[in-house]
């Protein structure tokens, strides 16, 4: 299944109150794998941005002059989410946003461009969350520290930053990966979570270590057993 993990950044709350979307960020699974096939854009929104708004985003209106509006890019965002299913945390928010914005294009250009339900299923991980886990936070951040993802990079809301984020936190939160604990940390094996840490190697330095003669010998003999009671072994059929 090819599932997009979307976000969005605003001028403010209400797109009744005239508030715009001003950042788009979308992360591509397939297979529940990323396939780097991500799709981004700032926005000019042709207004002024909410104060609080900019406290949570830092995207500046001087940053937003030149960027394309979003009649500008929504036939190649229609075409990339078509068929697919959104994964969004609080879906309501981000597409009652996006039905806003497709319906002010569709006035300006004469088309009927509809809702973001005519061209594909959308799945609200904060409903999932709430569901596996009533009563507590489940706020993106609190899904990061639950489930052991980094965020450490997100200093302010970012929509493609976020997206990728949740891509993570989603595959965590749905898979049942969280049920296989690999830390010796005792807080992570009584939650049944180990942590998942994005690793920046270079080539050469990530260690390789060799079974010693003693762990080869054992091996051989674990193998002489599984054929002494079996089929034969896997390892030695390949």
Not at 127 to 153: E, F, I, M, T, W
Not at 160 to 178: C, F, S
Not at 188 to 196: A, H
Request: net charge negative; aromatic share 6%; with cysteine.
């Amino acid at each position: 299944m090819r599932q997009i993990v979307l976000d969005t950044e605003t001028t403010g709350l209400e797109p009744t109150q005239g508030h715009k979307i001003i950042e788009i960020g979308c992360v591509e699974l397939f297979k529940r794998r990323k396939t780097n096939n991500n799709f981004h854009c700032y926005l000019n929104p042709d207004r002024e941005i909410d104060e609080g708004a900019l406290e949570v985003h830092g995207i500046t209106s001087q940053f937003l002059q030149e960027k394309p509006r979003f009649i500008d890019v929504v036939d190649d965002f229609i075409n990339y989410i078509k068929g697919a299913e959104l994964v969004i945390h609080n879906a309501a928010f981000d597409v009652g946003f996006l039905d806003h914005e497709l319906k002010l294009a569709g006035q300006i250009s004469g088309r009927s461009l509809g809702k973001i339900s005519d061209y594909c299923s959308v799945l609200d991980t904060l409903k999932v969350a709430r569901k596996k886990h009533p009563g507590q936070k489940n706020n993106l951040n609190a899904l990061c520290k639950r489930y052991g993802v980094d965020n450490s990079n997100r200093e302010l809301h970012g929509a493609l930053l976020d997206a990728e984020i949740l891509a993570d936190v989603y595959v965590v939160l749905t898979g049942g990966q969280a049920k296989l604990a690999l830390s010796s940390d005792p807080q992570e094996i009584e939650s049944g979570v180990s942590q998942i840490r994005r690793l920046s190697l270079q080539p050469g330095q990530l260690k390789i270590i060799q079974a010693t003669e003693d762990e080869l010998i054992s091996h051989q003999k674990r193998l002489d057993a599984i054929d002494a009671s079996s089929a034969g072994s896997i390892w030695r059929q390949l």
